[in-house]
C-alpha cells in the first residue's frame, strides 16, 4: 500500500510524549498514527453508515 504524507498539529507537549513512547516501544510515529487512525475508523464508520443509511430513509 502506498504512503501518503498528513501535516497536522498537535500540542508540542503530546508530540514529546508521542516520540518518546514510540522511541521507547521501537515503534515510527507513522506507524503509530496510522494504526490509531485505523482503529477509530473501524468504530466510527459503521455508525456513519447507519447515519447516512437514516437520512436516505428519511427522505423517502
Do not use: T, Y
Not at 506507524?31 to 447507519?50: A, G, T
Amino acid at each position: 500500500m502506498s504512503k501518503s504524507p498528513i501535516n497536522l498539529s498537535i500540542e508540542e507537549s503530546l508530540k514529546r510524549r508521542l516520540k518518546a513512547a514510540c522511541a521507547m516501544q521501537g515503534r515510527d510515529v507513522s506507524s503509530v498514527v496510522s494504526e490509531l487512525v485505523e482503529e477509530w475508523l473501524e468504530k466510527i464508520e459503521p455508525q456513519l453508515v447507519q447515519q447516512a443509511f437514516q437520512k436516505e430513509n428519511n427522505k423517502n
